[in-house]
């Protein structure tokens, strides 16, 4: 085994029996006392994985994750924190800064190397992408969006999962008619011991292919689930799928705000109203802080009213690009005869009237994710069935 790991500790005890520990499984061990040394290490030697104590001399070691994953030289490395700190904030905020794992001191050398396994496996495997929807604001049809995508993604041939992640309402599976998958018994493993098959097992199946995960809620101090736990389970589930897409409420919590900094691509969601255009662009001035560029992030506007006929639709890319600060993906179509509206037990409009505009433009949306564009003969239909409906 020549994987090569960097270890940022300045506890000699520890810093011994983690290296040794390292040593006697095969790995090429690198060892530095502070955070600034180990940045330096870390760009001049490129390891394989990276493990970071929190109180370290000079700059923490929260600091130093965050700037590995500034820089593109070592954004993609894995990294696993190791911490006497072991309160539920501590592993929120080191996960949120970039961190893939946590543990607490003192760890079990078996511990160390089961993670440290569990991590470089990771990194070799395909990946799938994680995809988060945000609304703006309440109310904007977020969840719609989300559902009627992930179907169209499956009718690719992909294996997609959603992940409801929206303390309030009803969930997606009760929508689509589902009976939750075994999440709670899932969670009464350690998230190491968590089996493929387990991961399976937890998901709730649509006859389309689609597969939903609805996680206990968590509500202030009486959480059934840790932000630092949805994180990692969140995590876990990319193994399994294609595509993770992500509904997520924008709303102040570690969970949001680590599950985001996650993300590979953000999608902020919005109406047609008069207050669309600022609530997108604060939106993704939050996105900006949590580092997602903008080249990460897009904007989709739900025209719930009929505030913009199809021939104008084309004008709205430009006033949201300059305006808002996020690319446009699509904007759903306003159709009196196709209702926006999820309701449990409904079908969705991708199924139920695959052939209408909003269905179209769903796709489209649906397209912009996986990083292809509609085909001609499609964009032609789509206009034809949007100008045949006003």
């Known amino acids: 085994m020549d994987k090569k790991i960097l270890v940022i ?59 590995l994953r500034a820089e593109p030289q070592t954004a993609k490395l894995p990294i696993l924190m190791v911490s006497a700190k072991g309160r539920e904030i501590d592993k929120a905020t080191g996960l949120a800064v970039g961190a893939d794992d946590y543990i607490t001191k003192p760890a079990d050398p078996s511990e160390i190397i089961s993670r440290v396994e569990t991590l470089l496996a990771k990194q070799t495997a395909v990946k799938s992408a994680m995809v988060v929807f945000v609304g703006s604001k309440r109310g ?114 570690s969970a949001v705000s680590t599950v985001l900094s996650k993300c590979d691509f953000a999608i902020i969601v919005t109406d047609s109203k008069a207050d669309a255009l600022p609530s997108v662009k604060s939106t993704a001035s939050v996105l900006g802080l949590l580092g997602i560029s903008q080249e990460r992030m897009g904007a989709v506007v739900i025209d719930r009213e009929g505030m913009f006929p ?50 179209w433009a769903m796709r489209g949306v649906a397209q912009h994710i996986i990083g292809e564009k509609i085909n001609s003969r499609d964009s032609r239909k789509f206009s034809e069935e949007k100008h045949g409906q006003r």
């Open 9 to 67: 500790e300045d506890d000699p005890s520890a810093l011994r029996l983690i290296g040794y520990t390292l040593q006697q499984e095969g790995y090429q061990v690198l060892t530095v006392p502070n955070g600034l040394k180990g940045l330096r290490k870390a760009r001049s030697e490129q390891p394989d994985l990276i493990i970071i104590d929190i109180m370290l001399p000079g700059i923490d070691g929260f600091e130093v994750c965050h700037r």
């Open 140 to 253: 904007v049809g977020t969840t719609t969006l989300v559902v009627n995508v992930a179907i169209a993604l499956s009718q690719g041939d992909k294996r997609v999962i959603v992940v409801d992640l929206c303390p309030y309402g009803g969930n997606i599976a009760e929508y689509l008619g589902l009976e939750p998958g075994g999440t709670i018994e899932l969670l009464m493993k350690p998230i190491d011991a968590i089996t493929r098959g387990d991961l399976e097992a937890a998901l709730a199946v649509h006859h389309t292919g689609l597969r939903v995960l609805v996680p206990p809620r968590w509500s202030g101090e009486q959480e059934e689930i840790s932000p630092s736990e949805v994180v990692l389970l969140v995590e876990r589930f990319r193994e399994v799928t294609d595509y993770l897409l992500v509904d997520l409420p924008f709303q102040p919590s």
């Open 310 to 359: 199809a021939w104008q639709l084309s004008k709205m890319r430009a006033t949201v690009e300059s305006n808002a600060g996020a690319q446009l993906l699509g904007i759903i179509p306003y159709d009196t005869k196709v209702s926006l509206e999820l309701l449990p037990g409904s079908t969705p409009v991708i199924l139920s009237s695959p052939n209408c505009p909003l269905a």
